[in-house]
């Protein structure tokens, strides 16, 4: 965000509200498969986007606020590999759902499952695109 607010011209002075307010109900529905609207781009996916531009510009944004290059670099890369492997914390829980009921749980227990895994990875620390399912 720091870099986008200090560009010559804020991406706000380049996108419509409806635009933006699309971008957002996309985003809502669609989550990692949306597409989005992004200035001199036109039509674009979330994970295609990240990769191409904001990856970069959070980069410089940090940079800007003085982060240690070795701390932006590790949260950076979890993002950029999410982008690549197409797995944020959605994405996981479906698919680890859908696995238990093709294994043949019921979707209550499907559920609770998936919620116990969760919980489990989540208090491991490892980044949600290296879980298993």
Known sequence: MH???QADRPLWTQMTFDAAEENLHSAARDGIEARLYWPEIG???PRELVLRRLLALAAEGLD???VDP?????????????????R???VWQRENVAARERAGATRSEALHGMLADYLEHMHAGEPVHTWEL
Request: glycine share 20%; proline share 0%; charged share 20%.
């Open 64 to 66: 800007g606020y003085g």
């Open 88 to 90: 944020n914390g959605a």
């Open 70 to 86: 070795a701390e932006r670099d590790r949260y950076l890369g979890v993002v950029e590999q999410r982008c690549l492997t197409g």
């Open 3 to 5: 870099a986008l607010a």
């Open 43 to 45: 039509w674009i996916g």
